[in-house]
């Protein structure tokens, strides 16, 4: 489905009306929901974009995540019916694109699920940005076959046997990683963002998945405290693909339902004072 500035393509109930928007991560594009879709419920549909820059997307006219939001905004109003109600489901950097995203929603936004959602920039990414080196690191690591491999390898404790954290770089500019990756490097302090929605709010991670993303949950749940956080076991960092039978029934609108491995809650929150911080 081609709208007039993103490319979106549908899963799930062809006869359903829309009852999601899915937003990929870094390097990624539609394609990262395809997983996703045979585990969605009989009634839902699911738009899967291409990210502005990335898949059949044109790049935006800025790289700034208030004109990659406001082109998302007009996109989602064209292609789906007037004042449904919409799931935001946001994995990677395409969660922090949800930041900008959700307040232009509105009360259309009855869901926010946040995907292994960073909430501060890794310094392990922050080295593609240097000056001068950061674009020699990118090369060694996304552009080079050997340098690929080596941090495919090198980052196998965080994604299941089948899966591949390099692979999809072969399809994306660097232009464009490397613009999504500042407009990360802006997202300021996790706290600025605690009023952007009052929805409902689900945060997943996976059990394999990298350090700071278990720390930036945390973050999250301390700015949003009504969030529901779900922790899959066996998924990595690439989770709607590595267990998507796990995290599918956790995209309705609720955010609950299945027979999935739920680890963290609030209750358990409350009541623990590692989780809460209040051990001194």
């Known amino acids: 489905m081609n709208t007039s500035n993103v ?17 990929h991560g870094w390097s990624g594009d539609h394609t990262t929901f395809a997983q996703i879709a045979p585990h969605l419920g009989p009634n839902d549909a699911l738009l899967a ?29 064209e292609a789906t019916e007037p004042g449904s109600p919409l799931t935001l489901v946001g994995t990677c950097s395409g969660a922090v694109v949800c930041l900008k995203l959700a307040p232009l929603l509105g009360d259309r936004l009855a869901h926010m699920v946040m995907v292994e959602p960073f909430a501060f920039m890794p310094w392990y990414f922050g080295i593609f940005l240097t000056p001068v080196l950061g674009r020699f690191f990118y090369w060694t690591a ?22 591949d954290l390099s692979a999809s770089f072969d399809q994306t500019r ?78 309705r609108r609720d955010g609950s339902g299945g027979d999935q491995d739920v680890v963290d809650t609030l209750a358990q929150r409350l009541t623990d004072p590692v989780q809460t911080g209040l051990d001194g």
Request: no cysteine; hydrophobic share 40%; glycine share 8%.
């Open 174 to 251: 660097s232009t464009t990683t490397l613009g999504y990756l500042r407009l990360m490097d802006q997202m300021g302090d996790a706290h600025t963002h605690a009023g952007i929605t009052r929805a409902p709010i689900t945060l997943l991670h996976g059990s394999k998945t990298f350090a700071a993303v278990h720390q930036s949950v945390d973050i999250w749940s301390e700015v949003w405290p009504w969030a529901t956080r779900h922790l899959l076991e066996g998924g990595g960092h690439l989770l709607l693909e590595e267990v998507p039978q796990k995290a599918a029934p956790l995209l």
């Open 142 to 163: 996304f552009e080079n076959p050997i340098g690929k491999w080596i941090t495919n390898q090198s980052l196998k404790d965080n994604r299941t046997d089948d899966s």
């Open 7 to 23: 490319y979106m393509h549908r899963y799930g109930d062809p006869d359903a009306p829309v009852t999601m928007i899915g937003l």
């Open 49 to 77: 974009v291409d990210m502005p820059g990335y898949g059949q997307s044109p790049d935006p006219p800025s790289w700034s995540m208030d004109v990659i939001a406001q082109i998302l905004a007009d996109a989602i109003t």
